[in-house]
């Protein structure tokens, strides 16, 4: 598992809260001060731009608390030949059985509107999304983009991307590797969501790539002549 994310927004706020301290203390100082009248014009001439960077360094700061590109990966060797991997890892349907969050996946086919090829993906609430096939190497890769803008799609989330692709060990092994790459939205439901991926999602890759290997062997053994 990795993620990226932006700089850290806590020394930011440590500045800001320490010119906000001063401007406050500046306040205190005139609210009970017998400075002339020119000191205090003075004080507040200084004063003004040190309120005002504070405020934009704070706003700054919060900004940064919104995550960046985050990427979920895992690489996991199964006892499976490539072609038989490569055959259940492209079954819409086994997915949609695999994957806790789905009810039903599409086939790929051409979009209505546009000569790129696509999916279309249900959860279990009934929602759907479409997702474009952005490439596709037979027996190798293959990737997907996620429309995150349509209306009904559920997760707090502008971008994601998915790439499922498999290595051969040997003859009877094969490495599988699923990557999801995804850009919450600005706030705490992107923030949420993205926390709860982080910690959720490894577990879900397992069950996959664990059904995978399950589907491959029994096709196997199924292939043999009785």
């Keep these: 598992l ?3 994310t ?7 706020l440590i500045v800001a809260g320490a010119d906000t301290a001063w401007v406050v203390s500046m306040v205190m100082f005139l609210a009970v001060s017998t400075t002339p009248t020119s000191g205090i014009a003075l004080v507040v001439a200084t004063t003004a731009p040190v309120a005002a960077f504070a405020i934009l360094q704070a706003l700054s700061a919060l900004r940064l608390q919104d995550p960046s590109l985050r990427t979920i990966e895992m690489h996991t060797t199964i006892q499976a030949a490539p072609q038989a991997t490569w055959a259940v890892m492209t079954d819409h349907d086994l997915y949609a059985r695999l994957a806790p969050n789905l009810s039903w996946v599409g086939p790929f086919v051409p979009t209505q509107d546009t000569a790129q090829t696509g999916r279309r993906c249900w959860d279990l609430r009934g929602r759907y999304w479409d997702e474009t096939l952005t490439s596709w190497e037979p027996g190798r890769a293959f990737s997907v983009e996620v429309d995150t803008r349509a209306h009904s799609y559920p997760y707090p989330l502008d971008e994601m991307r998915g790439t499922w692709s498999l290595t051969a060990s040997d003859p009877d092994r094969t490495l599988v590797t699923m990557r999801f790459e995804v850009l919450p939205r600005r706030g705490a439901a992107g923030r949420a969501f ?13 069950t996959i790539i664990a059904g995978w290997e399950s589907e491959a062997m029994a096709r196997s053994q199924s292939a043999l002549p009785s």
């Design 2 to 4: 990795s993620t990226g």
């Design 194 to 206: 993205a926390s709860a991926l982080a910690t959720t999602g490894p577990a879900m890759m397992r």
């Design 6 to 12: 932006r700089a850290t927004p806590t020394a930011g």
